[in-house]
């Protein structure tokens, strides 16, 4: 198995970190809905995390990559708590 240098791997998480800030400024924009906004965005940062935790080999990094997850889950569901219901039109 060939694995990616260990500088490409950095350079596309800081990729997803920028197209997190892209897509949620974006979304805000088209949607006015910062919810919306931060869900887009935490979900480009998540796999920003992640690729980051894919070169990092101590449990220092595991154990920030869990927390992240967590604090993610958590603000997500948070969010979606506070959205009203969407309403069906009848045809």
């Known amino acids: 198995m060939i694995l990616l240098p260990e500088v ?4 596309a998480a800081l990729l997803c ?3 997190g800030i892209a897509a949620g400024a974006l979304m805000f924009a088209r949607r006015h809905s910062g919810r919306m906004a931060l869900s887009v965005a935490m979900d480009f940062w998540l796999a920003a995390g992640l690729l980051t935790l894919s070169v990092a080999s101590t449990w220092a990094a595991i154990l920030t990559a869990a927390v992240i997850i967590a604090l993610r889950r958590t603000l997500v569901l948070a969010l979606a708590q506070g959205r009203a219901p969407v309403r069906r039109r009848d045809d």
């Open 8 to 11: 490409v791997v950095r350079g």
């Open 17 to 19: 970190v920028t197209a």
